[in-house]
């Protein structure tokens, strides 16, 4: 089982890793099985963008966590919901990312199945990173030994004991050359194998379409027919080191690297051209297949393909260049609807943080009321009545205190005035 990790930290990179989870031309087959505490969105790029944009709410430099669960095709095929769901418990926490929002997106490729997970490595409550991901290399290879054991399946051996490290890189020069990564990579090995000079080593590649170069450091690098580089000495491990590929070619005279790109761009067919060049084989291009589309249409309705006359090509330029104008208006109105939705998801995102404001304040408002202390019980009928008797007896006793008061009073008045008049009582 082979657990592939990335880290998506820039914005610019979301809508990539999108792009790569939706390719249908590079899989039979691509299914989207699940959203986790995250509102699905109509794009996966925006619901992707609403996780990544949580980053800000921490000091961390990860957005999105993304792994991909690959068994090997005969294991996979025994699978079921269980062990996919045990996989994905398992690097939920080995990551500390158990109940973080997650999109699950499941691939079919060369008839092997494989699924994507997508996380969000914020904790938005705590306002940091569920995790450093530290050394996530070799703690996502002790996973997949655990998971091989648990599930039955062949034990993989560990990247260094395996006979070719394919790099991402090797395997995409591979393709564009036509060829798979390990074809690519046994070339230079026999090559390397059945030689014992540079002079001879490099002849045998440069008939294969290879050259050698000269790389950063004094390395040695092997350039594909593309004009991408490897080193040697990755290439050739586990038969010889790196030390040995730069001993064979010491006293050599070697290209660099970037002379030998150079050179490659100006060959015919590998540069870039002026932009009027390139929209001049765009128009072509869709010159011929309007050609083409109006001979299958002939031959649909049973006539003959017509001959190339002036006036058929003028009408198949005029078609072409419809077509042209139809596609680049067509990406002009993609790019202004990609702009609408990059202002709607944050439109979103402004009213997710607002609900999730109130919702905080009525979660405090409900705390401090906890925190109030309970009301006294209500009364009994006998313990009312009691009440009111007495406080029936206080009023009654108010009303008795304030007469004597008063009459204290007017007697203390009465004496006055019989001393003004003279008379005493004794």
């Not at 020069?173 to 390397?192: N, T």
């Amino acid at each position: 089982m082979n657990l592939k990790q990335s880290f998506v930290r820039k914005p610019g990179h979301v809508r990539a890793l999108a792009v790569h989870l939706q390719r249908a031309d590079q899989n039979e087959s691509v299914r989207v099985l699940d959203y986790r505490g995250v509102t699905q969105r109509r794009e996966l790029a925006d619901t992707l963008q609403a996780m990544f944009r949580t980053k800000h709410t921490t000091q961390g430099e990860n957005g999105l966590y993304q792994v991909s669960i690959n068994p090997e095709a005969h294991h996979a095929e025994t699978m079921n919901s269980a062990d996919w769901g045990r996989c994905l418990d398992a690097v939920e926490k080995e990551f500390n990312l158990a109940g973080q929002p997650r999109v699950l997106v499941e691939h079919v490729k060369d008839g092997r199945r494989h699924v994507h997970a997508v996380y969000q490595t914020a904790d938005v409550e705590r306002s940091r990173q569920v995790d450093d991901f530290g050394h996530n290399y070799r703690r996502g290879a002790k996973v997949a030994r655990q998971l091989e054991r648990e599930l039955g399946h062949t034990i993989q051996p560990e990247r260094s004991q395996r006979g070719g490290n394919y790099t991402q890189g090797d395997n995409e020069r591979a393709k564009r050359e036509g060829r798979s990564a390990e074809e690519w990579r046994q070339d230079v090995r026999e090559a390397w194998k059945a030689t014992r000079t540079a002079e001879a080593f490099r002849e045998r590649l440069q008939a294969k379409g290879y050259d050698v170069a000269e790389g950063k450091g004094g390395r040695v690098c092997v350039v594909s027919p593309d004009g991408q580089p490897a080193a040697l000495g990755a290439m050739l491990k586990g038969i010889a080191t790196a030390q040995q590929a730069k001993a064979r070619f010491d006293g050599h005279q070697l290209e660099s690297v970037e002379q030998m790109a150079e050179r490659h761009r100006d060959r015919p067919g590998h540069g870039h051209g002026d932009q009027d060049d390139r929209d001049g084989r765009d128009l072509d291009a869709a010159q011929e297949r309007a050609a083409q589309q109006i001979d299958a249409f002939r031959e649909r309705d049973g006539q003959q393909p017509r001959d190339p006359k002036p006036h058929d090509l003028d009408a198949a330029q005029d078609k072409a260049a419809q077509l042209l104008e139809t596609f680049r208006q067509h990406e002009a109105n993609r790019t202004a609807g990609r702009e609408a939705h990059d202002l709607e998801a944050a439109q979103d995102h402004a009213a997710e943080l607002l609900d999730t404001f109130r919702q905080r304040e009525a979660d405090r408002t409900t705390e401090r009321e906890a925190e109030k202390p309970p009301p006294a019980p209500e009364p009994t009928t006998q313990e009312q009545e009691q009440l009111d008797r007495m406080n029936a007896l206080s009023s009654l006793f108010a009303a008795t205190s304030d007469e004597i008061a008063a009459e204290e009073e007017r007697r203390r008045q009465q004496r006055e005035r019989d001393r003004e008049q003279g008379l005493d009582y004794g």
